[in-house]
């Protein structure tokens, strides 16, 4: 059971009442969006399950698997949280515009929590996309370290053009990624970004058939899972802080990581 908050209320649910199945096999765990008939759609259930794996992910898995069941990796919000219903036992945008500032500030830290995790330097995080990742779906993909996209993947930040901002971690990314002027035209005009495209300014660093995409994955998690587990953390950790450092920096750094790596393999040989 996955313990799931709801516009601060807490309760026990399955993951399978969330719409996501989380399996482990070895150093490799996977997680699937697993709402076919909405097209895998999230809502704050999702997040909060989201960050409830990443808490209590087993110490072993070094590679994070993310997928959607169905033709589409995820459409995005869940509609329903537009409407003066909302999503049943999660509420609404309108009854969450309720809150206090600081309440609902820390209700979408919590929804945050669930993407944040996948940066993490012990693991690799790689997004298999497939169809649709629109909106929460596509920053889904951004939170990850590596995307591989099927040929039909199309991209798009729809929140925007629906009076919303991209909120769930996907902004640095996406700037990081494509550079300011195309993240703000990606954003402010959300249009698709299909797979070629996606390729060519940086969202992807793989494209294949989608009868592929499960293969692919498959092989580059057994490629990342050959190099030593250590050194792999090291030095993600180590690309990860560079663009916040100035080269004398990043050379201190690298040099403090490699006193590490070395001692660790040689001293007392």
Partial sequence: MAEVAFGGKAGKISLEE???RFEVDGEIATITLDRPGRRNAQTFATWSALAQIGDT???QVRVVVIRGEGPSFSAGIDLRMFTPEGVPGQGSFASSAT???STFEQRIAQAQQGFLWLR?????SVAAVQGHAIGAGFQLALACDVRVLA???????KEPALGLVPDLTGTKPLVDLVGLSRAVEICLTART?????AARVGLAELVVAPQDLAGAVADLAAALLATNRDAATATKR????AS???LEEQCAAERREQVVRVKSLFAGS
Avoid: F, H, N, S
């Fill in 120 to 124: 993490r330097p012990e693991i690799v």
């Fill in 244 to 246: 916040g450092r100035t």
């Fill in 193 to 197: 970004v299909g797979a070629e495209e």
């Fill in 57 to 59: 992910l087993p110490q």
């Fill in 238 to 241: 180590l690309l990860q802080g």
């Fill in 99 to 101: 809150l206090d500032d």
């Fill in 151 to 157: 040929d039909d993947a199309k991209l798009c930040m």
């Fill in 18 to 20: 969330v719409g996501l």
